[in-house]
């Protein structure tokens, strides 16, 4: 026994000692010498220089689906035929199921469904004919409330008419005839006359011209009233007379208040003598040297008119 034994041992070494020995035979051939690349810089350069890669046109990438790879083509069999056992268990089973549903449907379950689809259509039917009724009946109310509507605008146009035709009632009727008496605007000395038939001097100006109106001289600031009871017809702003307000008086006479500021009427205003209409503005440049002042021209169908005979 242990002679064999001793023999085996021996073998066994011999056989593992020949195997270490194959394979590093076989290692040794396998080894990459990198110093044959550090002397082939040369060789190197020279496929830089190349200028197109060297490649076979027919390849084609793994996967593409043009390989003809047997080892794949093993596996893609081996899937099919999975896929198609696949398919034929679920076809088994569909019938085997479809089958099972038949077989435990009862005629009961089969009349209370007919019997809950029929109450639900009638059911259906009664909201629709509802709701047919309820879209007829809505025009009509649509209609009502447009009617409304309109009878709620006419009434209220009709009492902002009434309302103006009050108002317009309660106002005094405009009548200024050749008798009737003005009031100073404001109290204050005439710096320029009117003058129509000849020439006053202006003095800002440095020359005579026509002066169809009076210029009274004021403080800035200071409120300006109105000379009789007229009705506003026009306000505007003028280069000579800066801001002025046209007053109607009533047959034909109108008063032009020049060199206002912050006014406090508007066109179309009813104002009573003696009222407040505005206040002294600075002067424009064309009464620079007259200083502060009030502009005040009475006309008569557009002709101009004296004041200072009707002031009193």
Same mark, same amino acid.
Not at 9 to 19: C, D, K
Not at 165 to 170: F, N, V
């Given at each position: 026994?242990?002679? *064999?034994?001793?023999?085996?041992?021996?073998?066994?070494? @011999?056989?593992?000692?020949?195997?270490? *020995?194959?394979?590093?035979?076989?290692? !040794?051939?396998?080894?990459?010498? &990198?110093? +044959?690349?550090?002397?082939?810089?040369?060789?190197?350069? !020279?496929?830089?220089?190349?200028?197109?890669?060297?490649? !076979?046109? $027919? &390849?084609?990438?793994?996967?593409?689906?043009?390989?003809?790879?047997?080892?794949?083509? /093993?596996?893609? $069999? /081996? +899937?099919?035929?999975?896929?198609?056992?696949?398919?034929?268990? @679920?076809?088994?089973?569909? =019938?085997? $199921?479809?089958?099972?549903?038949?077989?435990? +449907?009862?005629?009961e379950g089969e009349d209370l469904t007919a019997d809950g689809a029929s109450e639900s259509n009638e059911q259906a039917a009664a909201d629709g004919g509802e709701l047919a009724a309820a879209d007829a009946a809505a025009p009509e109310d649509g209609e009502k409330a447009a009617a409304s509507s309109s009878e709620e605008?006419?009434?209220?146009?009709?009492?902002?008419?009434?309302?103006?035709? !009050?108002?317009?009632?309660?106002?005094? =009727?405009?009548? &200024?005839?050749?008798?009737?008496?003005?009031?100073? =605007?404001?109290?204050?000395?005439?710096?320029?006359?009117?003058?129509?038939?000849?020439?006053?001097y202006f003095a800002t100006l440095q020359q005579y011209k026509y002066s169809p109106a009076i210029v009274i001289a004021a403080v800035q600031g200071e409120g300006i009233t109105a000379a009789a009871d007229g009705q506003v017809s026009r306000i505007y702003s003028d280069p000579e007379i800066g801001t002025a307000v046209v007053m109607d008086l009533g047959d034909g006479y109108e008063l032009t208040y020049g060199q206002l500021t912050d006014l406090t009427v508007s066109e179309g205003d009813y104002v009573n003598c003696g009222e407040v209409i505005g206040k002294v503005a600075q002067p424009t440049k064309y009464y620079s040297v007259e200083g502060s002042n009030v502009y005040f021209k009475l006309t008569k169908d557009g002709q101009p008119v004296n004041p200072l005979n009707r002031l009193t």
């Open positions: 026994m242990l002679v *064999s034994s001793a023999l085996v041992l021996t073998a066994l070494t @011999a056989t593992g000692l020949y195997v270490r *020995s194959t394979r590093e035979k076989e290692e !040794d051939g396998y080894i990459v010498d &990198f110093t +044959a690349l550090e002397d082939g810089d040369e060789d190197l350069e !020279d496929l830089a220089d190349v200028g197109e890669l060297d490649y !076979d046109p $027919s &390849f084609t990438e793994v996967g593409s689906g043009r390989v003809d790879n047997p080892g794949m083509n /093993m596996l893609g $069999s /081996m +899937a099919d035929q999975n896929l198609a056992q696949g398919e034929e268990q @679920a076809e088994a089973a569909e =019938p085997a $199921s479809g089958t099972a549903l038949a077989d435990g +449907a009862s005629p605008k006419t009434e209220t146009a009709e009492l902002d008419e009434q309302k103006d035709e !009050d108002a317009m009632s309660t106002l005094p =009727p405009l009548d &200024f005839t050749e008798g009737d008496v003005l009031v100073w =605007p404001i109290v204050g000395n005439v710096l320029v006359n009117y003058s129509m038939d000849k020439t006053v």
